[in-house]
């Protein structure tokens, strides 16, 4: 594989101090550093939870063993799987390798919205800090991942209240980089690049950024009632008032089913171009492997009742949902075999990525098989809770799409570092993490069948096995153990030694290849033939003749750094601290409202902590708004006619339609059932059609703000959204004067239907003060005159989501005023 | 090690009797240390016409799954064999897929989970309906503890027959147990029997477990529901029919024997009845129900035939441990029982709903009172369920005789 290239840039590297690293990583908006700091946090979150796992094993390589017994087991238990899952497999193969390869192998200089990826790592990094406050805060919560209703409201629990704030932080984290990818591959490719010469990565990222913004909104929708239950007794649940447990469930596994296949997409795609890359061969089937993405996509959707058939809902249902489990089999199938066929015929280099690739099909097969197993409703009724579902979601976690996480590490680490990790070591990583993972897991299968239930923190002697097999699992933990020191070592050395890396050390055939290892800030030296034949442009360049055309790279122009989103970040944190630790007013469901001195000192400090973060954030959000992207007026270009603000706000706002979606649903549920009706003085009809008028007339009159920008009628524009925003200010008025009568009226902790309104009326209430911030931030932009013709700051953003707002008012006037 | 053959795993079906053991014993020879199991919990016992029916269900699925292994882990490491660098110098071909071969390879999973499906949803019918003639038994589970009860056997001295932690059942006739809540989510789960259900608040719902093997079988919360989930076991004792109802018969006109006066089990009594106001030791009645007494309490399992029962804590200890551990269980059983709900009365600390409290106060003397009277509570000996009940698994054929004493 010869391309040409660009010259190199010679990179001045004086040693910088640790400080100005870690002041570069808050400022930056590369998208390659941010990548990093996704893949580092997430190894990091890794080896804490592989010491969790590690402690897990300890407690239950014997019987009685008195190590980690009872709720400190369960808290274990809890941050192992959160962490493992949230902050390692999830974010390092979305995010982390998302953000460094998919702009390098779309060909362009960063995401669509780079200031908006900077915002959402800090919230990702300062979502793991805030669970792990938890720690001197009365401890972990014990209520496992699922934290299941009512258990997550169980008086003798502590922490779930910062672990549902950690979670909404996270998942907002998650849907703003999701969102930036969809807009970036809409809205930005290299010149010529077509969607379906796309390399299948990105496709992989794509797909997964879709299903997030689907179905994330299951996760916030119960970890937002679940809060509100803790703080203020608001319950869409408690079936001392008629909710029920398993409305939660249903909410739960609407998104973490979905879940499961965030931690496989991105793992198929790095796969796929492993195979190509080292069999030296296109992918067999590309567009079948696309078809098949989206396809998994889809049926995802809708099988997320394989993991409550034992919760006993209607037969119809539980078939319905076993044979969508039962179809997902088949795109996933499809992935394998085609992964394979890429293989056959090739001349293949066995390297350790190509080993991890081996594995993970090897092992993924197995994965696969059990799960089709536990489509099988009967079989189902019997093992789930088992030790045979540990098993099987390790397989294809932990010895599945985790080995790939490794593999694209490998694969990219010269990409990444300009060095190479050891091969030796390499080796030895894969094969103890090969040898341990069996031994691990593959007992748990058969303690499954043995009728082990899962989340014990112990068992008895004398059940057949269970004494032997668990030791083997334990002992299989600590040869994973070796594993990751062998990892950590590797992986340490290879950020030291020489670069000697290449553009192009494995002859791949993506763009990302024909950059520096590692590359420069600003991506490529160079302009790319307009021509993409197949989805493996270098390859065919080579055989076409066509080269790389060189371009001064004093000529690029990067967004300028800024500490504001990383700031707008710290202060959720503080305000994230503040709502789980504090509240407002010293207010309990059970106790009622207090004076504030009654209250404990942790409480009292993180009340003000609360108070202090809200002026905090609107301080940096509104620095934020008026810092430019770019020191130098430059012109965006973007594929669509919208501007790329306008792209990542339209994909988000699938996710919030999502999660107005799912607690509508919801409520809609329980009002058919009859178990929520509205007590006899509810609110009036009147005050939300005049409040429906306010909202609609501000929809009118944004839009023609929007209108006057366009032809540069400044004046009329600022009117617009002054006007705007004092419509909604009086539409808040109103809301806030009803929802204090109806308060006073009745009891919110008695009445389902009246908890329903407040959680659903209130979460749009709250929408109306974000899409008010939205508007003020352009009306500030042009207050402030960093608005023209040509900049829109973040103006068509900010209208689109008014409209939203004011489109699902509308719904919720029809079922809760007009019902 | 091979001590749990059960000598009494006979019946219809018991030729077939847990096929899984001949499967493990193979797979597991490393296992072979020697080690003395007493148990045998699998859901391989055909003893029970749900696992039969899940068995024949998955000997297809299992066909498939063994196919499609070799086949794919064979086409894997042969390409992989033959086409690695070191054994083959060949220019790749660039070829971009093959839509026949895509075609059967979507086409082959497509008609096996099609038959799969056929097979789930017919073994979905076979199982899911509760039969009209099923014995039905109520399972209220609760943080850390069951209460079992029979709807149709009502007791002469008020209530229904029920029991705590120890479920009684007959052989060859399903049993429909109603599931429910009485605060988090539990499950019931005895895998020799039958699958897992649920057990949520404020809904019932109903699973049908049957068995053609007398003997003791062992169960547990497999939903994770607080500290002591791993503590929330309970047995469930399969008697022949004929038993089986004069258990319930019996059950039915028991009243709980009244203590000869100055015994000891009379000073437990009035200890059990009022608690000691003075030290603050709550009476156990106020949580416990006795049948034929006062006792009405329902935030406990139920104490009726405590004296009959072998297992104590939700079957954390089962025989002499249990025996063993009685007098400790009342001093402070939070202590031995991380997270148990009931308040400790040697004036330990326990928390309940977030918040720390204090126990009362019982002397030791009082504690075996208590505890005297607790072992008086004896079913007739017709009605012991554990006399001659074999444990599955395990190579004496009948537990040691009933009772904690
Ligand atoms: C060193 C490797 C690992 C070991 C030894 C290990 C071990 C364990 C153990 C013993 C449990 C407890 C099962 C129970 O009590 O029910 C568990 C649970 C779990 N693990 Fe891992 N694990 C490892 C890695 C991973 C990875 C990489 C993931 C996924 C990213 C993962 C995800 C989970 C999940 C989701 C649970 C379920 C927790 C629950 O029941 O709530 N684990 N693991
Ligand atoms: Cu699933
Ligand atoms: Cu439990």
Redesign the interface.
């Known amino acids: 594989m010869t391309v040409q290239h660009a010259p190199q840039t010679t990179t001045t590297s004086a040693r910088r101090g640790a400080w100005e690293v870690i002041k570069d990583y808050m400022m930056t908006t590369d998208h390659k550093k941010i990548g990093l700091l996704y893949i580092f946090v997430s190894l990091l979150a890794f080896a804490i939870g592989g010491l969790m796992a590690v402690g897990i094993r300890l407690q239950l390589a014997l019987p009685d063993q008195t190590l980690l017994?009872?709720?400190t087991y369960?808290e274990v238990l809890t941050g192992h799987a959160a962490i493992m899952i949230f902050f390692f497999l999830i974010p390092i193969g979305l995010f982390g390798f998302g953000n460094y390869f998919l702009p390098l192998q779309l060909g362009v200089r960063d995401v669509a919205l780079p200031r908006l990826n900077n915002f959402a790592v800090w919230l990702f990094i300062f979502s793991l800090i805030l669970i792990l406050t938890g720690l001197w805060n009365g401890g972990l919560p014990?209520?496992?991942w699922?934290f299941?209703?009512?258990?997550s409201v169980?008086?003798?629990?502590?922490g779930v209240s910062v672990f549902m704030v950690a979670l909404i932080l996270n998942g907002l984290g998650s849907l703003l980089g999701s969102a930036n990818f969809a807009a970036t591959i809409v809205n930005l490719r290299a010149p010529g690049m077509s969607l379906w010469k796309m390399p299948i990565f990105v496709w992989s990222i794509f797909a997964t950024s879709i299903l997030q913004l689907v179905s994330l909104s299951g996760l916030t929708a119960a970890s937002l009632a679940t809060y509100l239950e803790l703080k203020l007794g608001l319950s869409m649940f408690n079936?001392?008032i008629g909710?029920?447990?398993?409305l939660f469930t249903q909410f739960f596994w609407f998104y973490s089913h979905p879940a499961v296949y965030v931690m496989l997409l991105p793992y198929l795609g790095i796969a796929a171009e492993v195979a190509s890359t080292m069999?030296?061969?296109?992918?067999?089937?590309?567009?079948?492997m696309v078809y098949s993405l989206l396809g998994i996509v889809l049926v995802s959707l809708l099988v997320w009742v394989h993991h409550?058939f034992?919760?006993?809902l209607p037969?119809g249902w539980?078939?319905a949902f076993?044979?969508a489990t039962?179809?997902v089999?088949?795109p996933t199938?499809?992935k394998?075999?085609?992964l394979?066929?890429t293989?056959?015929?090739?001349?293949?280099?066995?390297k350790t990525p190509t080993y991890w690739l081996?594995g993970f099909?090897?092992n993924f097969?197995?994965g696969g098989?059990t799960g089709?197993?536990l489509?099988?409703?009967?079989?189902?009724?019997?093992?789930?809770?088992?030790y045979y579902i540990v098993a099987h979601f390790h397989n294809v976690m932990m010895f599945g799409t985790a080995f790939l996480a490794m593999g694209g590490l490998y694969y990219w680490w010269p990409k990444m570092t300009g060095r190479f990790l050891s091969e030796r070591l390499g080796m030895w990583h894969f094969w103890l993490f090969m040898v341990g993972s069996w031994m691990t897991f593959l007992p748990q299968y058969?303690l499954g069948?043995?009728?082990?239930?899962?989340?014990?923190?112990?068992?008895p002697a004398?059940?057949?096995?269970?004494?032997?097999?668990n030791f083997?699992s334990t002992m299989g933990a600590l040869i994973l153990l070796a594993g990751g020191i062998v990892m950590v070592i590797n992986f340490y050395q290879g950020l030291r030694g020489p670069k000697t890396a290449s553009n192009n050390p494995w002859g791949g055939y993506t763009l990302e290849w024909t950059a520096s290892s590692p590359p420069a800030a600003y991506n490529f030296a160079h302009e790319f033939p307009r021509t993409f034949p197949?989805e493996r442009p270098l390859?065919d360049w080579e055989k076409s003749g066509q080269t790389l055309t060189p371009v001064d790279p004093k000529s690029i122009h990067l967004p300028q750094d800024t500490i504001w989103p990383f700031m707008t970040a710290l202060s959720l944190l503080f305000m994230g601290y503040g709502l789980s630790f504090g509240w407002f007013t010293n207010y309990t469901p059970a106790g009622g409202l207090r004076a504030f001195s009654e209250a404990g000192l942790s409480f009292q400090i993180a009340t003000v902590i609360l108070y202090l973060s809200i002026p905090f954030f609107f301080y940096s959000l509104f620095k934020w708004a008026g810092t430019r992207e770019y020191a130098v007026p430059v012109e965006h270009h973007h594929l669509t006619k919208y501007d790329n603000g306008f792209m990542g706000m339209a994909w988000f706002i699938i996710s919030e339609v999502g999660l107005f979606g799912v607690l509508i649903a919801g409520y809609v549920y329980l009002r058919l059932i009859g178990a929520a009706e509205p007590p006899a003085l509810r609110p009036n009809i009147w005050l939300a059609a005049l409040n429906t008028l306010i909202l609609v007339t501000s929809s009118f009159v944004i839009h023609k703000a929007e209108q006057d920008h366009h032809k540069g009628r400044y004046t009329w524009f600022r009117l617009g959204l002054l006007i705007t925003l004092i419509l909604g200010a009086v539409f808040m008025v109103f809301q806030v004067y009803e929802f204090v009568l109806f308060g006073v009226e009745s009891d919110w902790k008695q009445n389902l239907w009246q908890a329903c309104f407040f959680i659903i009326v209130g979460l749009h209430g709250l929408h109306i003060l974000i899409g008010g911030t939205g508007i003020a931030l352009p009306y500030y932009q042009a207050l402030t005159g960093k608005m023209d013709k040509y900049n829109h700051g973040s103006l068509t953003a900010a209208s689109l989501y008014w409209h939203l707002v004011d489109v699902v008012w509308l719904l919720i006037v029809a079922i809760f005023y007009a019902w | 090690m091979n001590t749990?053959q059960s000598g009494r795993a006979r019946g219809p079906g018991g030729g077939r009797a847990l096929f899984?053991r001949g499967i493990?014993l193979t797979?597991?020879a490393?296992?072979l240390?020697g080690?003395?199991?007493?148990?045998?919990?699998?859901?391989?016992d055909m003893a029970s016409a749900?696992?039969r029916?899940?068995f024949w269900?998955?000997v297809w699925?299992i066909a498939f799954?063994i196919i499609?292994?070799v086949g794919?882990?064979y086409?894997?490491f042969a390409?992989?064999r033959r086409?690695?660098?070191?054994n083959?110098?060949?220019?790749?071909?660039?070829?971009?897929?093959?839509?026949r071969?895509?075609v059967v390879?979507?086409a082959v999973?497509?008609l096996i989970?099609i038959v799969?499906?056929v097979?789930?949803?017919r073994?979905?019918a076979r199982?899911?309906p509760t039969p009209e003639n099923a014995t039905v038994v109520s399972a209220l589970s609760r943080q850390f503890w069951w209460n079992f009860s029979y709807p149709s056997a009502t007791a002469a001295a008020g209530g229904v027959v029920t029991n705590g932690n120890e479920m009684v059942m007959p052989t060859r006739n399903p049993v429909a147990v109603t599931i429910t809540s009485g605060?988090?989510?539990h499950?019931f789960?005895a895998?020799?029997l039958?699958?897992?259900?649920?057990a949520?608040?404020?809904?019932e719902?109903t699973?049908q477990i049957d068995t053609d093997r007398p003997g003791v079988y062992?169960g547990?919360?497999?939903?994770?529901?607080?500290?002591?989930?791993?503590?929330m076991r309970f047995k469930v004792i399969a008697l022949e029919p004929e038993r089986y109802n004069t258990f319930l018969r019996v059950a039915a006109e028991y009243r709980a024997p009244t203590p000869a006066p100055g015994s000891a089990e009379e000073r437990g009594y009035q200890l059990f009845m009022q608690g000691k106001p003075s030290t603050g030791a709550l009476a156990c009645a106020a949580c416990h129900r006795v049948q034929g007494t006062p006792a009405n309490g329902a935030a406990g399992p139920d104490l009726s035939f405590f004296g009959t029962r072998r297992t104590l804590g939700a079957g954390m200890w089962e025989g002499a441990e249990a025996e063993r551990m009685l007098i400790p269980w009342l001093a402070n059983s939070p202590g031995v029982k991380?997270?148990s709900l009931m308040p400790p009365y040697n004036g330990a600390t326990y928390?309940?709903?977030?918040?720390v409290q204090k126990g009362g106060v019982l002397t030791e003397q009082e504690l075996s009172d208590i505890a005297a009277y607790l072992r008086s509570l004896r079913l007739p000996e017709e009605a012991d369920y554990w006399r001659d009940s074999p444990v599955i698994?395990s190579a004496g054929d009948a537990a040691p005789r009933g009772g904690t004493q």
């Open positions: 017994v009872g709720n369960n014990g209520v496992g699922t299941y209703y009512p258990l169980d008086g003798n629990q502590t079936p001392g909710g029920t447990p398993i069999a030296r061969k296109p992918l067999f089937g590309y567009r079948v409550i034992a919760v006993g037969e539980q078939i076993a044979i039962l179809i089999a088949v199938g499809v394998i075999f085609n394979i066929g293989l056959w015929g090739g001349r293949i280099i066995m081996v099909i090897f097969l197995i098989i089709v197993s489509g099988m409703i009967p079989f189902d009724y019997q093992v789930t809770n088992s058969i069948l043995l009728g082990m239930p899962r989340r014990y923190y112990t068992y004398g059940n057949f096995a269970w004494t032997e097999l083997i197949t390859y | 749990n899984v493990l797979a597991g490393a296992l240390t080690c003395q199991s007493n148990q045998f919990i699998t859901l391989g749900y696992n029916e899940i269900m998955s699925a799954s499609i292994f794919v882990s086409a894997l390409t992989v086409f690695r660098e070191e083959n110098s060949a220019e790749p071909a660039q070829f971009h897929g093959n839509n071969l895509e390879l979507v999973p497509v989970v799969l499906s097979l789930t949803v073994s979905m199982l899911n605060d988090v989510m499950a789960w895998p020799n039958g699958g897992q259900r649920n949520t608040p404020g809904t719902k699973w062992q547990n919360c497999s939903l994770l529901c607080g500290a002591s989930h791993a503590n991380p997270g928390k309940v709903n977030g918040q698994g």
